[in-house]
Nanobody, 115 residues
């Protein structure tokens, strides 16, 4: 059974940084697409950063140059380093793994950026 658990969210001032972590169990996620999505209040869930099944990193335009996605397969963990945070980055951040039988999502972690 694949399970994802996010951590690292919180309240931060604009310009600050946070690192989100996602602990993955039940799959190696090697060769799978993995990523982070964000849902702001009243809006749909949108892709923030993704590593495709062939290892290509792609980012939402609004976070390019500020966010970095990376993974540690040995630790079965996915990370999102977020720098120069802006109030519009506020939302619930979800970890995603597109492995067989999925996709799978974590419960989410709240990120709030104050101006």
């Amino acid at each position: 059974q694949v399970q994802l658990v996010e951590s690292g969210g919180g309240l931060v001032q604009a310009g600050g940084s946070l690192r989100l972590s996602c602990a993955v169990s039940g799959t190696t996620f090697s060769g799978d697409a993995v990523g982070w999505f964000r849902q702001a209040p009243g809006k749909q869930r949108d892709m923030v950063a993704l590593i495709t099944d062939v290892g290509i990193r792609t980012y939402r335009d609004s976070v390019k140059g500020r966010f970095t996605i990376y993974e540690d397969s040995a630790k079965k963990s996915l990370y999102l380093q977020m720098n120069s945070l802006k109030p519009e980055d506020t939302g619930v951040y979800y970890c995603y793994v597109g492995t067989k039988g999925g996709p799978f999502w974590g419960p989410g972690t709240q990120v709030t950026v104050s101006s």
